[in-house]
């Protein structure tokens, strides 16, 4: 299953203003690969838009628990705060969506 994690942190625990949360985000990325692969998780990537305090990881698992597991010792938790997301490609959903009737015309 596929998995999509969001944070968002508010400008003043942003790394590229905050001293503490930038020795932290950067300790941390580096352990994030050896830690999703501890606990099951795959990585598939990391997304930072740099201009609205936000930070992105799509990842593979088979449950929602090792994806919360995941977020949680990964620390990101500590300066973000964490939606989790099951997703589905757009191709999955479109195939999907088709299983149901429309209700508009």
């Not at 905050?18 to 998780?41: C, D, F, H, M, Y």
Request: contains cysteine; proline residues 6%.
């Amino acid at each position: 299953m596929q998995y999509l994690i969001v944070g968002q942190h508010p400008p003043d625990l942003c790394p590229s203003a905050n001293e503490t949360v930038r020795k932290l985000s950067a300790e941390g990325a580096g352990q994030i690969p050896e830690l999703a692969e501890k606990l099951g998780v795959k990585l598939l990537a990391t997304y930072v838009p740099m201009n609205n305090h936000m930070v992105f990881a799509a990842v593979e698992a088979d449950d929602m628990d090792s994806v919360r597991e995941f977020a949680f010792q990964s620390r990101l938790g500590q300066w973000n705060t964490l939606e989790l997301y099951q997703v589905s490609t757009l191709e999955e959903a479109l195939t999907k969506v088709t299983e149901l009737p429309t209700i508009y015309g």
